[in-house]
């Protein structure tokens, strides 16, 4: 299956969010566009505050109620908009088709229900399985995420479980419905670099055995190197470069790539400077006008005040949202 | 031979748990928490000493338990070859001046409603470093040398970024000019691009004052690029020490190669390296703490006392079949770069 031929599973276009704060409307995620394959596993990279977050619950309808507001876009996942679908429509997509995985698993699962609830209550809202089938499926989903003896497990509750089983539980819950897409947001950032590399091996087996197409948010360009075909990397609010994951880490185009990977320590001879990003991200409010890169960037001009650049195409894939591209 | 500048020999840190009313009547002993179960380190002077592991290891434990900022249950810590346990008022704040900490947690180790300029005065006060009229100007110097503005030291934590607070925290340790400095996971909380900021800096105070640096993380590749030497901690107990380079291309012990072959984006797919997770620090396993995650374990692994340390004075592990690691993938080097 070639990724590049297939009917996009996910094609978001111009997406924009805004945040309503105490000091004015911030706006959040800005122009965000992107399609994505089935099977295919992308990673959305970036800096805390960049609107990775954001751009994912966005889609799913998750924004904090009142606050988060959708200004404008699409995002057609199996040929429907999620940005317009009424909430009924969005809950039945969001466990059905769409499954989601978050940081802190403590935090989405409910304490007083053991696991093996938790995840009947998905298979027999949407499969509408009576309730010991239900548990046979609940036992089988955590055995298909590696739980160590899932007949005992599936009685226990979030806090007699250690953080990566908690993980699993989740990714279980995820996948109760059959979805096409997993949304994980930085699932194993709150995990020991052991059990993370546990927790990848399992995304991996699951995109090959199940055909899952995942959307990967993370913060480690390590992990994405690793784990995705694609990668998109964010810079307050936008995409400034995506493409295929190996060739954008092998050879960054934009200048904050470039800076990201030259703050990985492995890229330098031991106890030399690292090549670190001066300066740090604009606040949510405190966008400069045009490229929001360009107080930090090395490169920077005269014309990358005017207007941010966009999205343009460079070949073999890649895009690259910089002034530079298309005049070197 | 040189005496280290600072010395733990044996040292065990204990942490007894409340007794419920249950275990009480159930006549169930107190439970303890053994987060640090014998470790036998030394700091040499001007070096970065690495200090790795998973949560849950001691490390933490074990750099607060070298600055005395928890009791020792048992063994010693020496500075200069002098035992700190049992030093009064005066001896301690002498060995706060030489000995300091930086936490994890920019925000939350600094005072809220103190400006940076006060914290930074208070330090220098306490220890009476600095005389008043003088007080400003070395402020100013201080937040120079982290790379702030003096302009920033009228304002708060709370309107500082996790990366101005961190330098903030590094300010107020380097105050003092210390001899050695723990640094607790003092870039994990930090976004990529800051954290590399703050190691440049750390890099560039440690060529400047020649003070040791203590770098307690869990990331190798972080501890790779900063430290000299490194120690790998597993349930309270070290697994292997040795300088960061020879560790990490040749490692010995198990664990050591489990840790490597999971730092993400040396280009090998994440591996599924080593089962299950840590066992609990209260409820320990005998023999080899690490013996119910490996792969390699034995009958002498699982019961018994702990393996004791092998190898030369260089490089130690703590295994009872210590093999050469030969290929990790740091030895070939592959991947980001």
């Keep these: 299956m070639s990724a590049a031929t297939s009917a996009p599973l996910l094609a978001v276009r111009d997406l924009a969010v805004s945040f309503h704060t105490p000091y004015g409307v911030v706006r959040a995620v800005d122009g965000v566009g992107f399609d994505l394959a089935p099977g295919e596993f992308m990673g959305l990279v970036g800096e805390s505050g960049s609107g990775k977050t954001v751009t994912c619950r966005a889609m799913l309808g998750l924004l904090p109620n009142g606050r988060g507001r959708v200004d404008g876009g699409t995002a057609l996942f199996e040929g429907v908009d999620l940005l317009r679908m009424d909430d009924e429509g969005l809950r039945r997509v969001r466990g059905r088709r769409i499954g989601m995985v978050f940081q802190n698993p403590t935090s989405h699962l409910d304490p007083v229900m053991s696991i093996g609830e938790q995840i009947g209550e998905v298979v027999r809202l949407h499969h509408g399985l009576a309730a010991g089938a239900a548990r046979v499926r609940a036992v089988e989903l955590l055995r298909g995420v590696r739980m160590p003896d899932p007949e005992t497990r599936i009685d226990s509750y979030a806090h007699q479980l250690s953080g990566g089983m908690r993980q699993r539980a989740m990714i279980a819950m995820a996948l109760a419905g059959g979805p096409a897409l997993l949304v994980a947001d930085e699932p194993t950032t709150a995990l020991d670099v052991t059990v993370q590399a546990q927790i990848l091996r399992l995304l991996l087996d699951l995109r090959d055995s199940q055909g899952l197409a995942i959307v990967l948010v993370t913060h480690d360009l390590g992990i994405v190197l690793e784990t995705c075909n694609t990668v998109a990397v964010m810079y307050a609010g936008r995409i400034v470069e995506r493409g295929p994951a190996a060739t954008v880490l092998a050879a960054p185009r934009h200048p904050y790539t470039i800076g990201l990977l030259g703050s990985r320590p492995g890229a330098f001879p031991r106890r030399e400077r690292l090549a670190a990003i001066p300066g740090q991200p604009p606040g949510p409010g405190a966008l400069p006008t045009g490229c929001a890169f360009a107080p930090r960037c090395g490169h920077a001009e005269a014309r990358c005040a005017a207007a941010a650049p966009t999205l343009r195409a460079v070949g073999d894939g890649r895009w690259v949202a910089c002034v530079r591209e298309g005049w070197s | ?337």
């Design chain 2, 1 to 337: 031979m040189n005496v280290p500048l600072l010395e733990v020999e044996n040292l065990v840190v204990h942490f007894p748990l409340p007794r419920g009313v249950g275990d009480m009547a159930a006549g169930r002993p107190r439970r303890v928490v053994r987060a640090v179960n014998g470790v036998s380190l030394a700091v040499r002077r001007g070096e970065a000493l690495g200090i790795v592991g998973e949560s849950g290891c001691g490390k933490s434990t074990l750099g607060r338990a070298m600055l005395h900022l928890v009791p020792a249950t048992s063994g010693h810590v020496r500075l200069d070859g002098r035992v700190v346990a049992g030093l009064d008022r005066e001896g301690l704040t002498g060995l706060r001046r030489r000995a300091q900490i930086v936490f994890q947690d920019p925000h939350a180790s600094l005072d809220p409603r103190q400006t940076v300029r006060r914290a930074l005065a208070e330090v220098l006060t306490l220890h009476r470093l600095c005389p008043r009229d003088a007080m400003g100007r070395t402020v100013d110097r201080l937040l120079e040398r982290v790379g702030l503005s003096a302009a920033l030291g009228d304002r708060r934590p709370g309107s500082l970024s996790g990366g101005q607070c961190q330098r903030v925290g590094i300010a107020r340790a380097l105050a003092l000019n210390p001899d050695i400095l723990v640094a607790d996971e003092c870039v994990s909380a930090l976004d990529v691009s800051i954290q590399a900021q703050i190691l440049n800096l750390l890099l560039d105070l440690q060529a400047e004052t020649g003070m040791a640096i203590v770098f307690i993380s869990h990331d190798l590749g972080v501890v790779r690029h900063l430290c000299h030497r490194v120690a790998i901690m597993y349930l309270g107990r070290l697994v292997e020490e040795g300088p960061a380079e020879v560790v990490l291309r040749d490692p010995r012990h198990p664990y050591t190669r489990a840790l490597i072959a999971s730092i993400p984006g040396l280009g090998h797919g994440p591996k599924t390296a080593v089962q299950g997770e840590p066992s609990s620090p209260i409820d320990l396993p005998a023999g080899c703490a690490f013996h119910r995650r490996c792969a390699e374990a034995m009958e002498v692994c699982r019961g018994g006392a702990p393996p004791a340390r092998q190898g030369n004075a260089e490089h130690g592990t703590w295994c009872h079949l210590p093999r050469a690691g030969g290929t990790t993938p740091i030895a070939q080097e592959t991947g980001l770069r």
